[in-house]
């Protein structure tokens, strides 16, 4: 099997020596207007200090910036901090059958399709129902039955499965944390949790991201900078985010619990529990910093399935 970016194989683990030094997690939007976007898209950036550990680290949460602005900050930043790994919440790619139905037979192939035809199959006037969720001129906004009943999987890919099926987890503790969780699909491009819209508007800006000389994982050989899908249910856990009393209590009893978040100034607290947004931000900068060194062993996608559709980081794929 070949690598998808060069053609060459390449399967073994690159040997990363160099600490990661800082973690950015971006809680991403595909809003469509600028003001939305500076309102919704946070990211929550931990920077080691010299001699410490996690709770040594800097921390800070920051909004307002649209998505091409929060692109050209990270590779402002990369510059700056080579040595770093950022995490963003939108899917990197898309069910392996609906990739090779573009014609594409590799990830890079595909985001440029996305490139291409993303917005058109967001708009009204599309007519491929697959894209559901909202209404337009040529489809209705329901969840097709292509998609429904024991057909649901097509919809997700193997990395979705992996992280929010709930029946497909095999790590009890990381079933727990999707309990009532409904598994969200980049096909749904409408309604609660949606996560289309916003990885439509997210794939083409991989291409800067790695032109800017960050590996994207799976489908490069994972070096520093690194860039790798995240999914914030998995650091968050069970809280019902979206009640700013629910985001109070559970920072209050991570204050008690974890040295890491008891040295958080309280401004990064506040704004976390102000926003949903900056709250998923915050608590996954805070796990990727803690996991950190895991990011030195990634290993590229190791099958075809893998390549076409990626992988969640921390996920069991």
């Not at 409904?182 to 991989?206: D, H, M, N, W, Y």
Request: overall charge positive.
């Amino acid at each position: 099997m070949s690598n998808p970016t060069s053609g060459a194989p390449d399967m073994g683990h690159p040997g990363v020596e160099q600490e990661v030094e800082r973690v950015v997690a971006v809680d991403w939007s595909g809003d469509r207007s600028d003001a939305g976007q500076r309102k919704k898209i946070w990211a929550g950036v931990w920077t080691a200090e010299a001699g410490g550990g996690v709770s040594a680290g800097r921390v800070e949460l920051e909004n307002r910036r649209t998505r091409i602005e929060l692109v050209d900050w990270l590779i402002k930043m990369k510059t700056e901090t080579p040595r770093m790994v950022v995490g963003v919440d939108f899917c990197f790619s898309y069910p392996a059958w609906f990739v090779e139905e573009c014609g594409a037979k590799t990830a890079a192939e595909f985001w440029a399709v996305v490139q291409r035809h993303g917005e058109g199959w967001l708009g009204r006037e599309c007519a491929d129902a697959r894209f559901w969720g909202r209404r337009g001129a040529r489809r209705d906004g329901r969840k097709p039955v292509e998609f429904c009943g024991d057909l649901g999987h097509r919809m997700l890919r193997r990395a979705d499965e992996a992280c929010k099926v709930r029946a497909k987890i095999l790590d009890p503790g990381q079933a727990a944390k999707v309990k009532g969780i409904a598994p969200k699909s980049p096909f749904q491009i409408g309604g609660a949790g949606a996560v289309g819209t916003g990885t439509l508007r997210g794939i083409p800006e991989l291409f800067r991201l790695r032109a800017a000389g960050f590996r994207v994982w799976p489908f490069d050989v994972p070096a520093l900078p690194l860039l790798v899908e995240i999914y914030p249910r998995l650091m968050t856990g069970a809280v019902h985010k979206g009640r700013p009393e629910a985001r109070a209590d559970y920072l209050a009893k991570k204050r008690l619990e974890d040295s890491a978040y008891g040295s958080l100034e309280e401004e990064v607290l506040a704004k976390a529990r102000r926003s949903e947004d900056a709250f998923d931000a915050l608590v996954s900068a805070m796990a990727m910093a803690r996991h950190r060194g895991d990011f030195l062993s990634l290993r590229q996608a190791r099958d075809r399935t893998a390549w076409l559709e990626g992988a969640v980081w921390g996920a069991g794929v």
